[in-house]
């Protein structure tokens, strides 16, 4: 019986009618991130199956089935990509902002522009510099580094809420990446509020402490010696805060050397982090395709998960963190999903209280070994308010010194920890930006390195000047601009613990060294060769401790 032949050109105008319905009726409307690898997955499948299902249930020749595929598949994509890349550059609610061409037509140009130096902070700052402080970044991305919109968007009532990126890692969640208001501040207050009450800090003192002497004490054995203070202030905020998590240290500061912990979270961060944060629907795909066994990023996860349990059977000596998160008892009903939750949250404990921490410090010492004035008026404060190296240092005793803060200050001005920005949406109903309405589900991003150094924000933005949080208040024109750890009710709930951790470190050791670059070091690798992993990965920073000469 001969088969009817389905006229082709009508094969191919179907198909393009269903790229540019499907387009405009599933594509242009809301997230898809969480689903992306299974139209990855479709997209993959879809031929070969259609090529099956005409030669064995409609009965038509495989040459003649092959041919109706490629043509109709062909016309839908063709369609389809057509549709999506001339809505992107005519008719997005974005098209009358400046910025790349390319940039409007695919996130895959912010990747490609950054791939080689991961510098997502750097590579925003000139799109700003030759665009202004609007500019279009990607299809659906506005990067604003106007100070005056800060408060806007992340004032404690304001509507604009977390983007998808938030869920890079879902099913594996934590307390940051909560994205419903409800749920993160009932998270909060599960357990999370009471492990940094003032109460809860002071029972973490004495961890800030005895690291921070071993640090000291690992300095003092390499006196006069080029010592990559990279590693050591990394290996500082790692240790307190594998403590402050699982009740016990990693070690690195002990032994010298590095932990496979620490390790593998720089090499899986760099790619996925670095180069493709403003895709995070690439690294969710990834993670649902690739086999956990393939997955290094799975290192951390068992190795946590190990840790967990190993706390759960156990009660400290001294509270940590986990102590009221685990006394609070379970979050969700279902056992699964709080264990992922509980796990997420160890990680987060662990990476973002070491990251930030570790960032701040190197790029404190940093301008310490570069300006000599600077240490000697920490030691001034320090030694007016009797503090020296010893028991007369604690935590609260130099808690509210002036100068100390306003270094502190300065060096997350300049150097902050998350230097490419926080992602939010517009909310549903639309918002006026900077003179600009942006409807509802636009994904804005706002660099902080950028603001922190934006003329409408500070007098002389781009050097470093402790007095202008002390004595030159006159410096700063916009000190709402100043958002170190964010604010409103998703600001970082560890900065107290943070600030801490960075008064003692610095306290101890310019009481004890003089602080100096190491030969033929100056800073430059620090500052143009570090990478943007959402946080920092940082580069080597060689510095020569050498004893203080007693007045």
Known sequence: MDLPVVPVVHVAALSAAAGVVSHLTYFIRGEHMLTAYILVIITILSPPTAVAVLTMLAGLPFSYAARLTVISYGAYVTTLFTSILVYRAFFHPLRHFPGPKLARLSQFYHFFRIRAKVDNYRHLDRLHAQYGEYVRVGPNLLSISDPSMIEIIFHPQSQFNKAEWYDIANPLLNLVQLRDRAEHDRRRRHGWDLAF????????????LKYADQFVTQMQRRVGQAVNVTDWLEWYAFDVMGDLAFGRSFKALEHGKSHIYIDTMHQTSALPLGCLGTMPWVIQTMTALIPQRLNPFMTLVRYSNECIEERKQRKPAEPDIMTPILAAGPFYEDPKA????????????IIAGSDTSATTLIHSFYELARDANVVQKIRDELEQHGIRNDDSLS????QHLEYLNAFINETLRMHPTNPGGLFRLTPPGGVELGGHYLPGGVKIVNPHYSVHRSPKAFV????????RWTTRSELIRNKKAFTPFSQGRFACIGRNLALNELRVV??????????????GETGRALLEDSKDIFTMSLARLELRFTKRLQR
């Open 197 to 208: 009450t003032t109460k809860a800090l002071r029972s973490y003192d004495s961890r800030v």
């Open 338 to 349: 709080d264990a992922l939750l509980l796990l997420g949250d160890a990680r987060l404990i």
């Open 395 to 398: 935590v609260t005793g130099i």
């Open 460 to 467: 002389a933005p781009n050097e470093f000047i402790p007095e």
């Open 506 to 519: 610095i306290s101890k050791a310019v009481l004890e060294f003089d602080i100096s670059f190491a030969p």
